[in-house]
Nanobody, 125 residues
Framework: QVHLVESGGGLVQAGGSLRLSCASA????????MGWFRQAPGKEREFVAR????????VYADAVKGRFTISRDNAENTVYLQMNSLRPEDTAVYYC??????????????????WGQGTQVTVSS
């Protein structure tokens, strides 16, 4: 069974920063598009960012563009989401997702096969 494990969530004041990590002991990320999604209470899961297998192309949701940065370290089998200038509306459970290989556009939930359990991010005003 494949497990993705997110970490780094927490409570932060508006304007603050957090760095989320996603790792797996059972799935090798290299060769796969990786993404971050989030889900706020009462809302559908939404795309946040994705990165291609070699890190040469990234895409961001308009709501986070310029504030969040997705990156990956294939040697460490880890994907990161650096979140700066956080806002209360960024409050959500953040999920890491892995595709089966390189997929495009990588902005849709059905592009991904494997999902983590999520990590809570709460931004206070």
């Amino acid at each position: 069974q494949v497990h993705l494990v997110e970490s780094g969530g927490g409570l932060v004041q508006a304007g603050g920063s957090l760095r989320l990590s996603c790792a797996s002991a059972s799935l090798t990320f290299s060769g796969s598009t990786m993404g971050w999604f989030r889900q706020a209470p009462g809302k559908e899961r939404e795309f946040v960012a994705r990165i291609t297998w070699n890190g040469d192309n990234t895409v961001y949701a308009d709501a986070v563009k310029g504030r969040f940065t997705i990156s990956r370290d294939n040697a460490e089998n880890t994907v990161y989401l650096q979140m700066n200038s956080l806002r209360p509306e960024d409050t959500a459970v953040y999920y890491c997702a892995a595709a089966l290989g390189a997929v495009l556009p990588g902005t849709l939930t059905h592009n991904y096969i494997y999902w983590g359990q999520g990590t809570q991010v709460t931004v206070s005003s």
